[in-house]
């Protein structure tokens, strides 16, 4: 089945910068989409950002809108999300979901939905304080 890793987080200072990482593999990497969610403590988990692995179109929530750029890299199966302008409350678990087909990148109400199917990674911490 599909793999999912993140890396690049760590602690940050306000203000500061991070680049995420989601590497897939597995024996098919045929998938619709990659999207970013991330969830704080005591808090409901959160969509980021996402694209598609299909037409290129991306999506970036209002929260973060204007601060974080979503990328991905084909040559080695890679998505990234480049965080600038960090914020506290940016803090959190950072997760990558691969959409295994249809539509993906589904946005309700403002809101970007997961689904059952999808595969996720093991998430990234992410800390902004001083």
């Known amino acids: 089945q599909l793999q999912l890793v993140e890396s690049g987080g760590g602690l940050v200072q306000p203000g500061g910068s991070l680049r995420l990482s989601c590497a897939a593999s597995?024996?098919?990497?045929?998938?619709?989409?990659i999207g970013w969610f991330r969830q704080a403590p005591g808090k409901e988990r959160e969509g980021v950002s996402c694209i598609s692995t299909r037409d290129g179109r991306a999506w970036i929530g209002d929260s973060v809108k204007g601060r974080f750029t979503i990328s991905r890299d084909n040559a080695d199966n890679t998505v990234y999300l480049q965080m600038n302008s960090l914020k506290p409350e940016d803090t959190g678990v950072y997760y990558c979901?691969?959409?295994?087909?249809?539509?993906?990148?589904?946005?309700?109400?403002?809101?970007?939905?997961?689904?059952?199917?999808?595969?996720w990674g093991q998430g990234t911490q992410v800390t902004v304080s001083s």
């Open positions: 979901t691969a959409y295994p087909y249809g539509s993906p990148c589904t946005v309700l109400n403002g809101r970007l939905l997961e689904f059952e199917h999808n595969y």
């Open positions: 597995g024996i098919s990497l045929d998938y619709s989409g």
